[in-house]
């Protein structure tokens, strides 16, 4: 199976700051690589697929890089709406999650 | 636009059974896989079973293998989940999502509904 660490667990920081959530495969995914954000009692929504390919209508400053077994999301600005807890998912073989990484205000 | 609603869910025994449900719209459903993804209170999120657009090709997460079967009927624009023999540890929220695109390229689930609560308690 392959595992999915992401790190931190939380973070925090301040509306403006620039973020940056690692994740991290356990063997080699290509490209293979979405992730989601998710806000209490609602279900996770897409941000970015194929590691790099922002979903439509997910705002500009998100990003994500990486390739292999390492990937990064990137807020460029933090705004108050970004607030939440976000998941790194591989779809190279099967489909596993990372444990998540929580953003909280600083 | 895309809806997926699912319904089902509940407080059930140990060792009973439960079938969700997720009922699409929006969207020609015949044309797309499906997923159920989990969600334990205060957890991660874990992938428990996918199924193709024609309900051919089916796989399953090894902690629900044998015991939850995933099914559709595209005449009713409707996903299902059977799971039988609950355990404890079954307890979660369980999500339906949509798998974009046919083969490894829609790996992702780019919608899903709001989730239904199953509590596996005697």
């Known amino acids: 199976d392959i595992q999915m660490t992401q790190s931190p667990s939380t973070l925090s920081a301040s509306v403006g700051d620039r973020v940056t959530i690692t994740c991290r495969a356990s063997q080699s995914i290509s490209t293979w690589l979405a992730w989601y954000q998710q806000k209490p009692g609602k279900a996770p929504n897409l941000l970015i697929y194929?590691?790099?390919n922002l979903e439509s209508g997910v705002p500009s400053r998100f990003s994500g890089s990486g390739s292999g077994t390492e990937f990064t999301l990137t807020i460029s600005r933090l705004q108050p709406d970004d607030f939440a807890t976000y998941y790194c998912?591989?779809?190279?073989?099967?489909?596993?999650f990372g444990q998540g990484t929580k953003v909280e205000i600083k | 636009q895309v809806q997926l609603l699912e319904s089902g869910g509940g407080v059930v025994q140990p060792g009973r059974s439960l079938r969700l449900s997720c009922a699409a719209s929006g969207f020609t459903f015949s044309n797309y896989g499906l997923y159920w993804v989990r969600q334990a209170p205060g957890k991660g999120l874990e992938w428990v079973a996918v199924l193709s657009y024609d309900g051919r090709t089916k796989y399953y997460a090894d902690s629900v293998k044998g015991r939850f079967a995933i099914s559709r009927d595209n005449s009713k624009n409707t996903l299902y989940l059977q799971m039988d023999s609950l355990r404890a540890e079954d307890t979660a929220v369980y999500y339906c999502?949509?798998?974009?695109?046919?083969?490894?390229?829609?790996?992702?689930?780019?919608?899903w509904g709001q989730g239904t609560l199953v509590t596996v308690s005697s």
């Open positions: 998912q591989q779809y190279n073989t099967y489909w596993t």
């Open positions: 194929k590691a790099s």
């Open positions: 999502a949509r798998k974009p695109v046919a083969g490894r390229e829609g790996g992702y689930f780019d919608y």
